[in-house]
């Protein structure tokens, strides 16, 4: 009480801050309260329960009274609503009354009445009213003079006579009606819907015409071409059943006759259990013409989530799918026939009225339905809980007598809808059955807590696991508890193939059954926070979103499992990886559930390795993106948490070189030599050990790096050539191997594996390119591995040390200036790129440029610039198109992409020019440079094709063409040619006999990744992944442009970007590419000077003249 008044000691700000949040909360609570319950100042007001509507009050002013009045005055929050709903209702004037009776509803909602009362006055409003009042006085008159079924046909037909005259029914329209009422009580079919069993006013049509009505969903069809599946014969057994199933749908409405177009066969299957016969549709070639609304609910909800202690009741819908009509204009097409023996008669046809079972959006009609039914429901209880799922229904409440007002109100609204309860299933008391759980007031577990273990066949195999995945969520069994049977998955895969349990598999489904039976989950706290830990025994992990109730004696309550999959794409999952995408998937779970985040997340890590992995781990950050909790080492004391706990550390690999032993490792898939060499620090002699083993390179070198794990239990620095198994061995200490198909691998792996498991030293990895050329002991140990490798013998060994040490020696360089030159001599770069690698001057790199002979030969062409519209950002529009270059022979089409906005360019060699060629180009530089917005070619035939078109459709790339006949529409990519074709030339020294693409891939080499400008100091390649803003202006001043149509001078404008040769301004006709020269500075007009202000402006010229 003191922290609701203030009083001391919480009458200070710093005592307030730190109340609890619950009691904050209340606080809040209880000062709306009161303030929404202040009197207006003046006189006394009226109880709101004796407001009523004057005749000229608008319906809308009147139901803001009562509900203002009704917040002031009463308390209780769950019953004000429904006390507000019937005053509007009673106390509202007559017109609004008649507007309301109108509605046709019992209880209808406050928004209703608005909406009808709205209405009042309008054409629409009137005939509503005019007809129900008709239609009522025409049923109560009828109804007396049909009461009596053994009353003389004279008698009734002169009372019926009677009560149409007294309608003022002219004589055609008594004779009609008279016709309707003689048939009711005839015999023979039904007047109104023409099938026999029942009279007028117990037919099922008009009494579904009686309920709510709710509008069906109609299908989308894919064709309105009639699809006729013949009937299939059916023995004299099945026929006989199938004729009383469609008598017993005959007369509930469910079936028609018709003489639709559209047919499909329809069979009987006898059940067993029941000892009856079920009437089947094959809709299979209808499904495939209907288009696939999807699920409206993907999944389960969470029974976790329904508070603890609060009250159930579950209610089982009868027959849902055929108390749902179908669309009007969709029945005809669900026609089947019934067939007779040798063909004696004609098929009996008939179509269906309501949801065909078979149907493939079936299902999602029934959710729509359902759904449309309950929606006042949840609006009038909104505190309640109703989970609906197909034809089955929870609903909870925080008390029995909410629980109770909201069963009343489904009830209600639910046979409004034409629905039928199946009364025999309402489940009022606890243990309650639902979607295969049985829930208590505080727990969650299975109903079936056997699992059968008789598994002879893989499809055996899978249906028990289908079966136990189904609870796992709730139950937590593991990967780890279920590895023995999911190795039982590898092999033949038909589903007939023989699987047999082993030992293992039976120690896991008997630890399986152990906890169907005494494992369960726990209905949540809705006033608790829920929190996130990551545990794991072993090496796999899993999450386990949790709540923590101190007051009970069990506080953790479980709520789910998290689980990810135990096929993960890659081949090695490291424990951060695994960490991060628990996390990923329990924040999105969480979300989905409960609309929440965590407010903690455990994570299983020693303290070091957490304060690492916060800062380094990218997985780890990009899962904890935009997270408002914490994260916390800390995981709370239970003995459950404990027993599935296992703290990670940080993986002994080292960021930074160790001073200790370097050794070099390398394999050939050719010799079969796998290759450790190190250099003695006492005796600084190179050793190695060479063994052989079968395999591709990367499984040899994989077996070298194993042996030097081996050998080498101290720290050491380890140098390969090979990305691949550098990566490898960086990823797979402490993390999950996925099961290969390659053995070989899969053992080298394993071995490693589990030798790192039990190492306690450093290491340091790291990956160098071969066959680099350059010197320093790097290279050098690099290069006698690789001899090592390449030799057949221990001769072929020795010399190839020997002819690879000569080599390092004679490409020893002096200084960077030679090295430089020797970089040239190779890739022919500009001298820009020769400055920017080699640190050295632009005079120095221009020296070399100009000493090259094949250089001079071939020299650039000068560039007038650009004024073609250029991309602002990386992908955003190419250029392409198609030049010739002879000396590749059959392949001397080279197509070129150019990127206008970074100049990166991708080139292929292709043996034509057609359509196909194209494709194939666009698709081998999409996959190297990415997906473009546009893409700028010329008008030739192999551009302007369907099949192109198709392609660059399908990528969702938009296709432009340049002026026809005008080479200077696509200037960029003319220049590109030639370029590519200078370095081609510069490069041909030596190459003369090289492949094509070969060639090719040198040229773009130089041209993406070392070639620049003084404008570009960054190479093509890097602009374009790290898309750089060109010229980015932190302004965009003013500019005045010359217009090349009219020579005026037009603007200002702002200036976008502009480059060497052209400038991009933004028009009111949007941006405008035009050359540099036609651009010039705006100078605003300035006021007119004061003599002071002239003499000071013609100082400062001075001053900055001289």
Not at 430 to 452: D, N
Not at 612 to 634: N, R, V
Not at 979 to 1003: C, F, M, S
């Amino acid at each position: 009480m003191s922290k609701l008044t203030g009083d001391p000691p919480d009458d200070q700000n710093d005592n307030q801050v730190n109340l609890p949040r619950t009691a904050l909360d209340d606080i809040k609570k209880m000062a709306r309260r009161a303030f929404v319950q202040i009197q207006p100042a003046g006189s006394f007001e009226k109880a709101y329960n004796l407001i009523s509507q004057d005749s000229s009050e608008p319906f809308t002013t009147f139901v803001d009274r009562v509900i203002q009045a009704a917040e002031r005055q009463c308390g209780d929050d769950i019953a004000r609503p429904i006390m507000v709903r019937d005053i509007i209702e009673n106390n509202a004037s007559p017109e609004c009354k008649r507007a309301i009776k109108a509605l046709g509803k019992e209880r209808p909602t406050v928004p209703e009445m608005i909406d009808a009362c709205n209405q009042i006055g309008s054409p629409q409003h009137v005939a509503t009213i005019q007809a129900n009042e008709l239609g009522k006085t025409i049923g109560e008159k009828i109804e007396k003079a049909l009461t009596a079924q053994a009353a003389q046909a004279e008698t009734r037909d002169q009372k019926l006579t009677e009560i149409l005259a007294a309608l003022h029914l002219n004589s055609q329209q008594q004779d009609n009606t008279m016709a309707v009422m003689q048939a009711t009580v005839t015999s023979g079919p039904c007047y109104f819907c023409k099938r026999p069993g029942h009279i007028v006013k117990n037919c099922p049509d008009i009494k579904r015409g009686a309920t709510k009505a709710l509008s069906t969903l109609k299908l989308t069809w894919k064709t309105d071409t009639p699809v006729w599946v013949d009937q299939w014969p059916l023995p004299d057994n099945k026929l006989s059943a199938l004729k009383d199933l469609v008598a017993e749908q005959l007369q509930k409405g469910h079936i028609k006759p018709t003489n639709s177009p559209w047919n499909s066969p329809v069979f009987v299957i006898h059940k067993k259990t029941s000892n009856t016969w079920r009437l089947l549709q094959d809709l299979r070639k209808i499904n495939a013409v209907i288009e696939n609304m999807g699920p409206l609910q993907p999944g389960l909800p969470n029974l976790s989530m329904i508070p603890r202690d609060w009250p159930l009741v579950i209610i089982d819908l009868k027959d849902c799918f055929f108390n749902i009509p179908l669309h009007p204009d969709d029945a005809p097409r669900f026609a089947f026939s019934v067939p007779s023996t040798n063909l004696q008669e004609p098929l009996q046809r008939y179509h269906w009225l309501v949801l065909p079972q078979g149907m493939i959006n079936s299902p999602t009609i029934c959710q729509y339905f359902v759904a449309r039914a309950l929606s006042p429901v949840r609006e009038q209880f909104p505190q309640s809980v109703i989970l609906h799922y197909m034809d089955d229904l929870l609903i909870a409440a925080p008390t029995r007598k909410q629980m109770e007002m909201t069963r009343n109100c489904v009830v209600a609204e639910i046979k409004k809808s034409g629905l039928i309860i199946s009364e025999s299933k309402i489940q009022e008391t606890a243990p309650w059955k639902y979607l295969g759980w049985k829930l208590t007031e505080q727990s969650i577990t299975p109903q079936k807590i056997q699992i059968r273990t008789d598994v002879h066949t893989l499809q055996d195999l899978q249906q028990l696991l289908g079966e136990i995945n189904w609870v796992r969520p709730v139950l937590g069994i593991t990967a780890d508890e279920l590895a023995p049977l999911f190795d039982l998955l590898k092999g033949d895969n038909d589903i007939r193939s023989p699987r047999s349990l082993t030992p293992e598999a039976h120690k896991a489904l008997e630890e399986i059954t152990n906890a169907l039976q005494s494992r369960q989950a726990r209905r949540c706290v809705p006033d608790k926070p829920f929190f996130l830990a990551i545990l794991g025994e072993k090496l796999r992990l899993c999450g386990l979103i949790f709540q923590w109730d101190s007051y009970h004696k069990d506080p953790l309550l479980i709520i789910e499992w998290v689980f990810i999959s135990y096929r993960s794409p890659k081949t090695i999952l490291t424990p951060l990886e695994m960490m991060s995408q628990i996390i990923i998937k329990g924040r999105a779970r969480l979300l989905s559930i409960a609309g929440r985040e965590f407010a903690i997340i455990y994570l299983p890590m020693k303290k070091t390795y957490f304060d690492w992995a916060m800062q380094k781990s990218e997985d780890l950050l990009y899962a904890l993106l935009d997270f408002p909790g914490t994260c916390s080492i800390h995981y709370p004391a239970h003995k459950m948490i404990k027993a599935k706990l296992c703290y990670k550390e940080k993986p002994l690999i080292s960021e930074e070189p160790l001073d200790a032993v370097t050794i070099f490792t390398d394999g050939s898939g050719r010799t079969h030599n796998s290759v450790i060499t190190w250099q003695n620090k006492n005796t600084k002699t190179w050793e190695q050990d060479v063994q052989k083993v079968e395999g591709s390179p990367q499984i040899v070198e994989l077996a070298a790096v194993v042996r030097a794990f081996q050998l080498f239990p101290e720290p050491f620095n380890l140098i390969t050539d090979s990305a691949y198994v550098a990566n490898v061995i960086k990823r797979i200490e402490g993390s999950v191997l996925k099961d290969v198909n390659n053995d070989k691998l899969c053992l080298w792996l394993t071995c490693l594996c589990q030798i790192l498991s039990h190492r306690t030293n450093p290491y340091f990895i790291s990956h160098i390119r071969a066959h680099s050329g350059l010197p320093g002991f790097m290279a050098e140990g690099n290069a006698r591995a690789d001899a090592l490798a390449s030799a057949a013998s221990d001769e072929e060994s020795a010399a190839s040390i020997e002819n690879s040490t000569s080599v390092l020696a004679a490409t020893t360089l002096p200084n960077t200036v030679e090295q430089a030159k020797l970089s040239h001599a190779f890739f022919h770069q500009n001298a820009q790129a020769i400055k920017r690698d080699f640190h050295i001057s632009l005079e120095q790199a221009q020296n070399i440029v100009r000493a090259c002979p094949n250089c001079q030969q071939v020299q650039p062409l000068p560039s007038s610039g650009a004024t073609n519209p250029r991309g602002l950002e990386s992908l955003q529009k190419w250029q392409t198109d198609v030049t010739k270059y002879p000396s590749f022979g059959k392949l001397k089409n080279i197509h070129v992409s150019v990127d206008t906005f970074s100049n990166a360019v991708f080139a292929s060699v292709h043996a034509g020019e057609t359509a196909k060629h194209v494709c194939q180009h666009f698709s081998q530089a999409f996959s190297y440079l990415g997906v473009p917005q546009e893409i700028k070619t010329d008008n030739g035939p192999s551009y302007t094709s369907q099949e192109l078109a198709a392609f660059l459709n399908g990528w969702g790339v938009r296709h432009t063409f340049g002026i026809p006949y005008s080479p200077t529409s696509q200037g960029m990519i003319e220049r590109t040619h030639q370029t590519l074709k200078r370095i081609l030339d510069q490069q041909k020294g030596g190459e003369d006999q090289a492949a094509p693409q070969k060639r090719l891939n040198k040229a773009l080499y130089v041209y993406n990744f070392l070639n620049s400008s003084a404008e570009e100091p960054d190479p093509p390649i890097y602009r374009h992944f790290l898309n750089n803003k060109k010229a980015k202006l932190k302004e965009h001043p003013p500019v005045l442009i010359k217009n090349l149509d009219s020579g005026q001078i037009e603007g200002p404008y702002n200036l976008i970007t502009w480059g060497k040769g052209f400038a991009c301004v933004s028009t009111e006709k949007g941006l405008q590419w035009i050359p540099a020269k036609n651009v010039k500075p705006y100078h605003a007009s300035k006021p007119a000077e004061t003599p002071t202000s002239a003499s000071t402006a013609a100082n400062q010229e001075a001053s900055t003249q001289t």
